[in-house]
């Protein structure tokens, strides 16, 4: 019996948000395997490892960009497990500014791996 897909996936999400919204690129960087591919609209191209994540999260918090103190709300709409150790995940975000204005809002769908107990972004 594979663990909870949703309970996994829950926890993760509330780990991403914590420290998405204490700015904290370390932690979030560590939500992601360390052959993790991040793609987003924004970059266009994939971003590919845990320390190159890393380097786009610093520069999303960085002074200049409108992500600087913000802070992003998750929700979980759909889980699935493939395997023991690949899960599948889908929801809705919205990043919101320190006046609670929206930034940027939409979809998420993300492939995620188990190890050791822990799930992290795996794509």
Do not use: C
């Amino acid at each position: 019996m594979f663990p909870n897909a949703e309970t996994l996936i829950q926890e993760l999400m509330q780990r991403f948000s914590r420290a998405w919204n204490q700015g904290d690129v370390t932690k979030i960087a560590d939500e992601f395997t360390n052959d993790a591919i991040r793609i987003v609209s924004n970059p266009s191209s994939p971003i590919m490892g845990q320390e190159p994540i890393k380097e786009v999260f610093k520069e999303t918090f960085s002074d200049e960009n409108e992500f600087k103190d913000s802070h992003i709300e998750v929700k979980v709409i759909e889980t699935r497990s493939v395997s023991d150790e690949i899960y599948l995940g889908a929801g809705y975000f919205k990043i919101l500014n320190q006046q609670n204005e929206i930034i940027e809002q939409g979809k998420w769908g993300n492939v995620f791996e188990l190890n050791d107990g822990k799930i992290k972004f795996l794509m």
